[in-house]
């Protein structure tokens, strides 16, 4: 393992999306590992430091959401010297269940490849954080952080959610099927969710071991793993993870950058719109915000509620 923060640089802007899998696996190759994995999958390793960020992604998401077009695991070589493991996945939504990456991670066990580290972090959101819980059984000891994560979507455990009619070509039955049996060897795991998400509520309440926490975010809304990145916390989660250090009351620090994130706000607006008898709760809050710089759809709804007789 190599101190990589300084040499470590790569450009992925501007390719088209063969271009930019293939200068991936080169700059992967150059400074660890790449791997097709099956028809639909690849691993991309970074050999750095003795602490590894293991991070499930879809092509897709990788070059439309994160901000310099790279894996997410990239940034933190970078800036901590952290080692990175990314699972590419080719289609946008892939709960990775396939036998071709249960035999990969049948070798990295084999191996001994997650033994070389010191620290461990299997991170995922979604479908993502599904793949990431389930297979983080191949690392005990792991800690595991995931965002709005499914537990699976058998429907003799999951029928009630109707969200995903692709995975139900899938099955979650057999080797690392039911994600919260998988992370029962981990040193701890992290949800994040949004439990006015019904679903979300649902799949969480099923990983309830002695090492898992629950962290809420009301009404962040369906992509919170998007809002926690334009938030600028989703690093500061990350990190704190990895190192144990994520409580509730860091969590609770961390979450008060919702109150500047303007899709947050205009959810709560709406919230409160559908709510009655709370006229004066609804006014402050839109005063409150109104005072914190350009809010017209507040400062708006402060003149129609002060116009219809509410005292603040």
């Known amino acids: 393992m190599k101190d990589l923060s300084s040499a470590f640089h790569y450009d992925l802007d501007g390719l088209n999306r063969n271009a930019w899998r293939a200068r991936a696996e080169e700059i992967a190759e150059e400074f660890g590992s ?5 028809s639909g999958h690849t691993s991309l390793f970074i050999d750095a430091g003795r602490t590894l960020l293991v991070t499930f992604e879809s092509v897709a998401r990788v070059r439309r959401a994160n901000d310099d077009k790279a894996p997410l695991g990239w940034s933190f070589v970078q800036s901590h010297g952290w080692s ?5 996945s080719d289609a946008n939504v892939d709960w990775f269940r396939a036998p ?3 035999g990969y991670f049948d070798r990295l066990i084999d191996d001994g490849f997650f033994d070389d580290f010191d620290q461990v972090l299997f991170f995922g959101a979604g479908a993502a954080g599904y793949a990431a819980a389930a297979y983080s059984v ?3 000891e792991a800690r595991v952080l995931l965002i709005q994560p499914q537990a699976t979507l058998d429907t003799r455990r999951a029928g009630w959610d109707r969200r995903f009619p692709q ?3 899938l099955e979650f039955t057999s080797r690392f099927g039911f994600a919260p049996m998988m992370v029962e060897t981990a040193s701890q795991v992290l949800l994040i969710y949004d439990p006015s998400i019904i ?3 649902m799949h969480a309440s099923l990983f309830h071991g002695d090492n898992t926490k629950h962290f809420t975010t009301p009404y962040l809304g369906p992509n919170a793993p998007r809002a926690l990145v334009v938030m600028d916390v989703l690093p500061d989660l990350i990190e704190q993870a990895m190192s144990g250090a994520l409580t509730t009351l860091s969590f609770a620090t ?3 950058a919702r109150r ?3 899709p947050y706000l205009r959810t709560l607006l709406h919230r409160l719109e559908l709510t009655d008898d709370h006229d004066r709760m609804f006014a402050r809050f839109c005063r409150q915000i109104s005072a914190k710089g350009n809010r017209p759809l507040f400062a708006r709804k402060l003149n129609e509620l002060e116009g219809a007789g509410v005292k603040i």
Do not use: M, V
């Open 34 to 38: 790449a791997e097709r994995i099956g």
């Open 84 to 88: 990175s493991l990314t699972l590419l």
């Open 100 to 102: 071709a990456l249960f």
């Open 138 to 140: 191949a690392a005990p």
């Open 167 to 169: 995975a139900r070509r």
């Open 199 to 201: 679903e979300d509520a």
């Open 254 to 256: 961390l979450w008060r």
């Open 260 to 262: 500047t994130h303007l």
